[in-house]
């Protein structure tokens, strides 16, 4: 499958941006979808995932109840709705696909899009 993602830029801290994956190749409802992100000098940390009908859904702690993801799977689309937003949010940010049933959702994703940046200024 592959994933192109957009939808990141400059925001001031405690604004919104909404990040965009659309995926190709494959029956989208096949895989589970995450999104990651790595921000300079650190590495890739997972950020939230959501299970092929979007009735699960996970995230980290320090995301949650600020950010939120959804899929549509008629569009072939899976979003990250990012609100009040903190420069510790500033990285490069991947959407990833992982087929449904292989395990956990926070690790060990197959395919991987291009990264979109998001800067978050103080």
């Known amino acids: 499958v592959q994933l192109q993602a957009s939808g990141g830029g400059l925001v001031q801290a405690g604004g919104s941006l909404r990040l965009s994956c659309a995926a190709s190749?494959?029956?989208?409802?096949?895989?589970?979808m995450g999104w990651f992100r790595q921000a300079p000098g650190k590495e890739r940390e997972f950020v939230a995932a959501?299970?092929?009908?979007?009735?699960?859904?996970y995230y980290a702690d320090s995301v949650k109840g600020r950010f939120t993801i959804s899929r549509d799977n008629a569009k072939s689309t899976v979003y990250l709705q990012m609100n009040s937003l903190k420069p510790e949010d500033t990285a490069v940010y991947y959407c990833?696909?992982?087929?449904?049933?292989?395990?956990?959702?926070?690790?060990?994703?197959?395919?991987w899009g291009q990264g979109t940046l998001v800067t978050v200024s103080s």
């Open positions: 190749g494959r029956t989208f409802t096949s895989y589970a």
């Open positions: 959501i299970s092929w009908s979007g009735g699960c859904t």
């Open positions: 990833a696909a992982v087929p449904q049933g292989s395990g956990s959702y926070y690790a060990n994703y197959d395919y």
